[in-house]
């Protein structure tokens, strides 16, 4: 697990480390030092810890003009036993909601197991983000199963058409234009 890198190609676009909006600000990263780990593994060290024992996220881009951040995840997430959401959202989300954003993509392949416990949180959290959305994209398909199945696709939005989405070669606002139209498609 060591090995799986956040996503480093839009460095030059964003950073939340120096962006005073962000959760991360002033954040410290050590290329050698292996302080974080998923069960027995370790993780690389750019990830960012949230609080969780085994969800770990990288924002890789915001943009606060139009509103829009696009996180990374690594690890399991676990409602049932670690509560996930409820770090993921009070630690970093309700943060940048405060700051404008409302819309976020997700991107969840390296996302390993998903462990239900309540709704709570993904319903005050779709409240909070109000004309905003949430979309997962590149879901493994036990993971996505996981998620229907106590019908989360409710509150994120998540299937077939956004899990097979190329994001590595695109920049920020190409990845945001592409999940925005395949959302007003599904609003309309």
Same mark, same amino acid.
């Given at each position: 697990m060591h090995t799986i890198e956040p996503y480093f190609g839009w460095r030059d676009y964003y950073r939340a480390e120096k962006d005073k909006?962000?959760?991360?600000?002033r954040r410290e990263y050590h290329e050698f030092d292996f302080t974080h780990a998923i069960y027995n593994y370790v993780i690389h060290p750019q990830w960012d810890d949230i609080g969780s024992d085994t969800l770990y996220i990288k924002i890789l881009f915001a943009d606060y003009a139009e509103g829009y951040a696009? @996180? #990374?995840m690594l690890g399991e997430w676990n409602d049932c036993i670690g509560n996930d959401i409820m770090f993921l959202k009070r630690d970093i989300l309700d943060c940048m909601i405060t700051e404008g954003i409302n819309k976020y993509i997700v991107i969840a392949e390296n996302?390993?197991?998903f462990h239900f416990d309540m709704d709570d949180y993904? @319903? #005050?959290l779709s409240e909070d983000i109000e004309e905003g959305w949430i979309c997962l994209i590149n879901l493994q398909d036990h993971v996505y199963d996981e998620f229907c199945r106590h019908s989360l696709n409710i509150y994120l939005t998540m299937g077939e058409s956004y899990n097979?989405?190329?994001?590595?070669?695109s920049t920020p606002l190409s990845l945001y234009s592409e999940v925005e139209s395949k959302m007003k498609y599904l609003i309309d």
């Open positions: 909006r962000s959760p991360f600000f696009i @996180i #990374e996302v390993l197991n993904y @319903i #005050e097979n989405l190329t994001w590595r070669n």
